[in-house]
């Protein structure tokens, strides 16, 4: 099965529209509820609160956002001012809005738990809907782009009915709120990390919109492909964040910062090591992978090593964001997203128009960059943590 480059570039623009989408309809829940059921050290009736209370209000937000996109579709027909792909494939975008939202959310809330559930945390967030899609299309010989999306709703409703069915198996949580920590005190503590997950998506999907406007879907799916290779590297930091993150909370909260300062150098050494690994050999072999999804793709491989460079610089320092929102640095990171998003779109919208795919390719690496310096220095002045320390 061979989408081509256009329709190709249709799918990858709906999946971002709806990350873009779940940073709204999670209210930030993602990170916060990591942090806390980590800090919780098998608290369940407190844990079952916020597990509970959390799907209760993402329920509400997704519901609230559905009826905004609705309603924006049929004004935008009136007036005649949609957006083309928007206008196309918004059932499905109102269809899997909520357990796309739920899949992420299970996720965080598996990681939580340290080790014990990291695999199953990490199937939800990077490969178990895609898996399941893969073996659709071939075992159906799917040729067209509706019968990728019903693949992608399929795909998506799977993977949360058995989340859920593994969350009530594995981890003793009731169907009864216990009134240890109210609606109100969620949304206080998710609102700064809300706000840092809607900036950091709306610079995300902020390439491929600009890109809809100035150039063609090709050039959406060109540049969607290059990001996608180099998420390759992003694989192995999520792996060790996941499994870190957890206990940056825990040890903070318990003011072990000697051990802490520890893990992160452990950390920051795998990451730099396995990073370099991928990044030697993305740039070695850059034009042989770009030719698995068509030889159009290989005349980029430029482009994807100015990604790489940028995905390289983002694992070996990424760690800084993780540790400010674990030790209460929320708005920190917050204030570095929105300053980061800020320049890097002011670039975006001087060079996109110019030269799309490259326009994109440096506004997406600028912000990595500054995001993560940013992070790392305030994580050095907030907590004397030096988070690129490698000795």
Request: glycine residues 4%.
């Amino acid at each position: 099965m061979r989408l081509g480059a256009e329709n190709s570039g249709y799918y990858f623009f709906v999946v971002s529209f709806l990350l873009l989408l779940t940073s709204l309809s999670s209210l930030g829940l993602n990170n916060s509820v990591l942090k806390e059921v980590s800090i919780s050290s098998g608290n369940f009736k407190r844990i079952t609160d916020i597990f509970l209370k959390s799907i209760v209000l993402i329920l509400f937000a997704s519901l609230a956002l559905m009826v905004f996109i609705y309603c924006y579709i049929l004004i935008a027909n009136k007036f005649n001012f949609s957006h083309y792909i928007i206008q196309s494939y918004y059932g499905t975008i109102l269809l899997s809005l909520f357990p796309f939202t739920l899949m992420f959310f299970l996720a965080s809330f598996f990681q939580a738990f340290n080790n014990k559930y990291l695999l199953w945390s990490m199937i939800m967030m990077n490969l178990g809907y895609q898996l399941i899609m893969i073996i659709l299309i071939f075992l159906f010989d799917l040729n067209s782009l509706d019968s990728i999306f019903y693949s992608f709703n399929f795909s998506v409703f799977f993977i949360v009915f058995v989340s859920c069915v593994f969350c009530f198996k594995w981890i003793p949580i009731s169907f009864s709120f216990n009134h240890l920590i109210s609606f109100k005190s969620l949304l206080v503590l998710s609102y700064p990390m809300m706000l840092a997950h809607i900036v950091s998506q709306i610079n995300n999907f902020s390439g491929q919109f600009l890109i809809s406007l100035y150039s063609s879907s090709s050039d959406i799916s060109f540049f969607s492909v290059l990001v996608r290779i180099s998420i390759l590297m992003g694989f192995i930091f999520t792996a060790i964040a996941k499994v870190v993150t957890p206990k940056f909370a825990l040890l903070y909260k318990e003011n072990k910062i000697k051990q802490l300062q520890s893990l992160v150098t452990f950390s920051n050494r795998i990451l730099f090591f396995l990073s370099f690994c991928f990044f030697v050999f993305i740039f070695v072999f850059g034009k042989w992978l770009l030719s698995f999804f068509g030889q159009e793709f290989v005349d980029l491989n430029v482009a994807l090593n100015i990604v790489i460079f940028g995905q390289f610089l983002a694992c070996i320092t990424g760690l800084s964001v993780f540790i400010l929102q674990m030790t209460g640095g929320e708005k920190v990171v917050r204030n570095s997203i929105i300053i980061s998003t800020i320049i890097s779109l002011t670039v975006g919208l001087m060079l996109i128009p110019k030269n799309p795919i490259y326009g994109a390719v440096i506004m997406t690496t600028l912000n990595l960059i500054l995001m993560n310096v940013v992070c790392c220095y305030k994580v050095y002045t907030r907590t004397n943590i030096k988070a690129f320390s490698l000795i």
